[in-house]
């Protein structure tokens, strides 16, 4: 009876090692997810506003000072779609 209850034991904590390991495989896989897709996203907007800085450029020499430059306008939209992205995660 004894042996029939220690090999029970064992297979019982065999199948919760391998579950809780798969857990923790599948929880690392969508950290390593979530840090690509900020990372990207950083990334992306990194160099919108890169770009962003040169027409500016352009368009500071082609219009008049008073109106809004590209720059600023691109940034203000960029703001707009973080913010809606920060809302929807949350």
Partial sequence: MSKKVSQLQRTFSRQVG??????????????????????????????????????????????????PSLLQLIANRALSSLGTLVRKRQ
Wanted: aromatic share 8%.
């Fill in 18 to 67: 391998v579950g809780r390991s798969r857990r923790q495989q599948r929880d690392e896989l969508v950290a390593k997810q979530n840090r690509d897709s900020r990372t990207n996203y950083t990334e992306d907007l990194e160099c919108m506003f890169r770009e962003a800085e040169l027409l500016d450029e352009f368009w500071l020499e082609a219009n008049e000072p008073k109106e």
